[in-house]
């Protein structure tokens, strides 16, 4: 920075229009959500946003309550025991699917192995099957595998994903040199204390950035677990919350303050790995 | 003190395309060895195979005695410094040092003074808390230095560990790393496509083409009795001029001439009676300016003058349009156009064979 003011032209006020509109489209449900779930089943219906009334800033702040949240953790709903199987349920998915993805995304970059180009070609090939194509097979697999009804059943099909193995494939042939790889092999390192311990480090952008993405995609996970678990005590938060509504009545309240407590994990994740998501995503965007 | 030995190496890829093609070499205790050729000439190939990152297709490697071919890079007791550094990044320049040490098992009150010498030696104590990306190129070559001389290995390798930087800092380096060698007097072998890198640094220079060792020798053998055409091309900047044409050679007088034009005429000694197609070499350096008067002066005519400092390099050419590159003094007041004479010494012309190898005529008896 030169401390330099920006000169105001046209293009610089469109895009801070542009920009802030954006913003707008952002923040605005996210605020919709916050408030609504602070909000009487009643007071979600009056009102769009706050309570307008004779209160403190003009808002009627006795409609708003905690009321919601309550339910949620109460054994009515059961949210919590919901949340402690959804932080588990994303936390080995990612943990595991990241160092899977890392150790063979690595080995595929820069290892010479028999049936390399296979593996390659299986991984490249994997990635255009559509998801939901593998639905029912994967259930008849996990069937045969005695595995229904189990976090297992959830976690394993989710730990290789094809996408996972080729980012960081093209991550190690970006940012891990060779000759990095081969001074450690004459500093004495073996292949798997390579990975562990040079690359591994280097590739820490990708790690976070994968970390969260994995994290994400079993935290919003609607349909696997609607098909693996059985077990009420197993369901993970993004089937409870929905399983609060029924055929006929939909308690919007009761709802927002649900998905409230189901984007909080996922939001101090993202504050805590969010240099390393956006270094991640932007890898290779500028010449190092 | 260990020797290390090349025999009848190869090294063939996949599609039976040969990098190496039947090396050998004998690199004496403590010699610092300089395999020097233009790009793909294989003398990195060679210098991956010594430390094992490259498998031999063909022939024997030995370090010390021991036949290495299936030895692990880490178990061969080498170092090696890479063209691009290959520090650790995510490592301070004291880990970077110690790393292999910290493998090896050593004693952590040991690993600290070997890294305390170490950083004495190459003046690396500021930088020891400091990452590699906090570095200038000329420190991180000082650290990925360190980080071999460390290890105390058995032979050092370089892959052309100075390409990286720039003019002044290189020839810097090149003299640290000369008198380095003097204090450790470790085997070396060196990898560079610079001659001039070569020639002041090697106690031997081993020159390579096409996968093949073209001459082995002291620099100044080298510079003064290439084996043939390539060896003498690339040697010596600017390069050698080479001129075709006819060769007589009658008890031990000497005839050159092309399309009719005497193009040097002595006596030069180890050179057969013969009559044959031949190619006159003769270094920029080893050209004079003569008067008309004098015998075997050369009609020319100059093209472009380059001054350097003392000297200038000219371009001139002669009654057949044959361009020939010439270093004159300064003062000699040549310019561009100007119609001058030139000779050739005597002492220090070469012939070489007209065919593809252009192997050298006038050999040492």
Redesign the interface.
């Known amino acids: 920075m030169n401390g330099k003011r920006p000169s105001i032209s046209v293009p610089w006020v469109l895009v801070h229009l542009l920009l802030i509109a954006v913003s707008i489209v952002v923040i605005v449900p996210l605020l919709y959500l916050v408030i609504s779930a602070f909000k009487t089943e009643q007071g979600f219906l009056e009102h769009t946003f706050l309570p307008l009334g004779e209160g403190a800033l003009g808002i009627d702040w006795s409609q708003l309550t905690t009321k919601q949240l309550g339910r949620l953790f109460s054994s009515e709903i059961g949210i919590g025991r919901a949340l402690v199987n959804s932080i588990f349920l994303s936390a080995t998915t990612a943990m595991l699917a990241t160092f899977i993805c890392a150790l063979a995304g690595y080995a595929s970059a820069a290892l010479d192995f028999k049936g390399k180009r296979a593996f390659e070609w299986l991984v490249l090939a994997a990635l255009i099957i559509p998801p939901p194509l593998l639905i029912a097979p994967s259930y008849q697999w996990l069937h045969t595998l005695g595995l229904l009804d189990s976090y297992t059943g959830l976690i394993l099909p989710a730990v290789a994903p094809a996408f996972g193995v080729f980012l960081f494939r093209q991550a190690t042939l970006q940012s891990v040199?060779k000759?990095?790889l081969?001074?450690?092999?004459?500093?004495?390192?073996g292949e798997f204390g390579i990975f562990l311990v040079?690359a591994l480090?280097?590739l820490?952008p990708m790690v976070g950035a994968f970390l969260i993405i994995t994290f994400l995609a079993m935290w919003n996970n609607f349909i696997g677990p609607q098909i693996v678990l059985q077990s009420a005590e197993k369901q993970p938060l993004s089937v409870v919350i929905y399983q609060t509504q029924t055929a006929y009545y939909s308690d919007y309240g009761l709802l927002m303050a649900g998905t409230l407590v189901s984007i909080l994990p996922v939001a101090a994740l993202f504050l805590f790995l969010q240099r390393d998501f956006i270094a991640g995503l932007s890898s290779g965007a500028v010449k190092g | 003190m260990t020797a290390v030995e090349l025999n009848n190496v190869w090294k063939i890829y996949a599609g039976d395309v040969a990098a190496v093609k039947d090396v050998n070499l004998s690199i004496q205790p403590g010699e610092f060895v300089v395999l020097v050729g233009p790009s793909g000439c294989g003398k990195s190939t060679t210098l991956r195979m010594i430390a094992g990152l490259e498998s031999i297709s063909k022939g024997e490697i030995s370090i010390g005695n021991r036949v290495v071919n299936d030895v692990a890079p880490k178990d061969r007791d080498i170092a090696m410094v890479f063209q691009n550094y290959a520090l650790y990044p995510h490592m301070t320049v004291e880990k970077n040092i110690a790393f292999s040490l910290k493998i090896s098992g050593m004693p952590k009150d040991d690993i600290n003074k070997r890294v305390q010498n170490v950083s004495e030696v190459l003046g690396l104590h500021e930088l020891l808390k400091r990452k590699p990306g906090a570095l200038s190129g000329g420190q991180r070559q000082r650290v990925a230095l360190g980080r071999a001389i460390a290890r105390d290995p058995k032979v050092f390798l370089f892959d052309e560990p100075l390409s990286n930087l720039d003019a002044k800092l290189r020839i810097a380096m090149r003299t640290e790393m000369k008198s380095l060698h003097q204090r450790l007097a470790t085997t070396t072998v060196y990898v560079t496509h610079d001659q001039e890198e070569a020639m002041t640094l090697g106690s031997r220079l081993v020159v390579m083409n096409a996968g093949q060792i073209q001459q082995v020798g002291t620099p100044i053998d080298i510079y003064n009795y290439p084996n043939n055409r390539f060896v003498a091309g690339f040697v010596g900047s600017p390069a050698m001029n080479f001129i075709e044409g006819k060769l007589r050679v009658k008890a031990g007088e000497t005839h050159f001439s092309r399309n009719g034009l005497d193009i040097f005429t002595g006596s030069v000694s180890y050179l057969p009676d013969t009559e044959s197609d031949a190619v006159i070499g003769v270094r920029p350096q080893s050209i004079m300016l003569v008067q008309k008067e004098t015998p075997g002066a050369i009609a020319a005519t100059v093209d472009q003058v380059e001054p350097l400092g003392d000297q200038m390099d000219i371009k001139v050419r002669i009654h057949d349009d044959t361009v020939i590159i010439a270093r004159v003094p300064l003062q000699s007041g040549v310019d561009t156009g100007l119609q001058i004479h030139i000779a050739f010494d005597a002492e220090k012309v070469h012939f070489f064979e007209n065919s593809k190898v252009g192997a050298r005529l006038n050999r040492r008896s």
């Open positions: 040199p000759s990095i081969e001074a450690a092999r004459i500093d004495g390192l040079i480090p280097m820490r």
